[in-house]
Nanobody, 125 residues
Framework: VQLLESGGGSVQFGGSLSLSCEAS????????MAWFRRSPGQVREGVSGIDSDGITNYADSVKGRFTISQDKAKSTEYLQMNNLKPDDTAMYYC????????????????????WGQGTQVTVSS
């Protein structure tokens, strides 16, 4: 499975960006797809996840501002980011893992076996 992110860029405080992640190759019918991010000098952290049934999960820092969604027909997940803050500046990574049962996608980095190359998001104050 290959993951390709797009949609990063630079925006001012309070602005919006939308990220996309297209999966190619064979993915099991049930999976979790997620977004992680890494700021300079920081560890990679989970941002949001969505399972095959559309159950979503968000880090507290982005709840109410970010929305994850998916288009199964296009094998693509999206992250709509609104009211962006300088603290959101990071490299954003798409990740995926095949699962066997429905439920919340735990945002544990070690669970995910497939990763994209990342797309940079920069928010200026």
């Amino acid at each position: 499975v290959q993951l390709l992110e797009s949609g990063g860029g630079s925006v001012q405080f309070g602005g919006s960006l939308s990220l996309s992640c297209e999966a190619s190759g064979h993915m099991a019918s049930r999976s979790c797809m997620a977004w992680f991010r890494r700021s300079p000098g920081q560890v990679r952290e989970g941002v949001s996840g969505i399972d095959s049934d559309g159950i979503t999960n968000y880090a507290d820092s982005v709840k109410g501002r970010f929305t994850i969604s998916q288009d199964k027909a296009k094998s693509t997940e999206y992250l709509q980011m609104n009211n962006l803050k300088p603290d959101d500046t990071a490299m954003y990574y798409c990740a995926a893992v095949q699962t066997t049962s429905p439920g919340v996608c735990l945002l544990w980095e070690t669970l995910f076996g497939f990763w994209g190359q990342g797309t940079q998001v920069t928010v200026s104050s």
